[in-house]
């Protein structure tokens, strides 16, 4: 199971204390209590794993090393080490604690999440003229901890988008190496899948019913992993009795939950266009006249049709190198 949303608490470590501590050499006295080391900080770092929020699911508390305490004899206490989160590149982390957010958006890229204490200072920092055996000292400071939300929104090129079983899996696995899941039933797709067709991310966008951008069926749980994509290839099955509805109940959904979507390139596929004659395959393209756009009957056994998607992305590619 891809966990795409979950809340956690991370704390920084605490700064080490100062020493107090006095030289015992003699004949050369004085202060010799050493200064706390520095807490750990959290980052988060930004990779390619999809499913690395998994980690989060039972790990709900993080938190980074403290520093050490100060020493005598001038030495510092060792600082704390740091905590690196990794997190998939497309996270956006919500400060539920200050209301920032912050997005991770590229493998590799690293944020710094919460700041560790400084180090108190011991009490050789403490000495003047008119006080040479000082036995202050600094605690050290506290980290900083905050409540935080990590929400999955995949980065991909190509969203696949359509009612459930409209044969979106199907076409991914012939076009990549995924191995997404394919039946014969609606939602046999549970988590988004990913494929590469060379320079280009594809992502399998679960199926969306009517009502999902209210919350029913698979709800807003997927929805928020096309928001990011680029362009949109919509599947109609050939087999629905009423392609229109079917492409109007998913634009609806996709405009509900964020408008700027439907403004985004898109291409709309027929698919499982082998399980019908022409002739009716064009009664169903014919139905979807009053969109004013080029409508693809494809099928993963036709390689023609399969052929004719290839160049819609090598022309994505182009444009995307161009650009």
Excluded: C, W
């Excluded at 919500?94 to 700041?115: R, V």
């Excluded at 400071?141 to 090129?157: C, H, N, S, T, V």
């Excluded at 099955?237 to 492409?247: G, M």
């Excluded at 009053?290 to 160049?311: A, M």
């Amino acid at each position: 199971m891809l966990i795409d949303d979950v809340s956690i608490k991370i704390k920084a470590g605490n700064g080490g204390r100062g020493a107090v501590a006095f030289n015992n050499i003699k004949m050369a006295l004085g202060p010799t209590g050493a200064d706390g080391g520095k807490g750990g900080s959290v980052f988060f770092e930004g990779v390619s794993d999809l499913g690395a929020l998994n980690q989060f699911r039972y790990r709900k508390e993080l938190k980074a090393q403290k520093g050490g305490n100060g020493k005598s004899q001038f030495n510092d206490g060792a600082d704390g080490e740091d905590l690196t989160l990794k997190v998939p590149a497309g996270t956006v982390i919500h400060n539920l604690t200050t209301g920032l957010d912050f997005e991770i958006t590229s493998i590799g890229q690293k944020i710094l999440a919460a700041k560790g204490g400084q180090g108190g200072k011991g009490n050789f920092k403490f000495r003047s003229s008119v006080n040479t055996t000082p036995e202050e000292f600094q605690e050290g400071l506290p980290g900083q901890e905050f409540e935080l939300r990590l929400e999955l929104k995949l980065i991909a090129d190509v969203g696949f988008v359509g009612l459930p079983n409209a044969g979106k899996s199907s076409l991914l696995n012939e076009l990549t190496n995924a191995k997404s899941k394919v039946a014969n039933y609606p939602f046999t797709t549970l988590d988004p899948n990913l494929g590469a067709y060379y320079e280009l991310i594809l992502a399998d966008i679960p199926g969306i019913i009517e009502g999902a951008s209210d919350g029913k069926g698979l709800g807003i749980k997927f929805l928020r992993h096309i928001e990011r994509t680029k362009t949109i290839f919509h599947f109609i099955s050939a087999e629905s009795s009423d392609p229109l509805k079917d492409y109007n109940i998913i634009r609806a959904e996709l405009g509900a939950y964020n408008k700027d979507m439907l403004a985004k390139p898109e291409y709309i596929f027929l698919s499982k266009s082998d399980l019908f004659s022409k002739e009716e395959i064009a009664k169903k393209v014919s139905s979807l006249a009053p969109l004013e756009k080029e409508i693809i009957p494809i099928s993963i056994h036709d390689l023609e049709s399969v052929q004719k998607t290839e160049k819609i992305l090598r022309k994505i590619i182009k444009e995307k190198i161009s650009a």
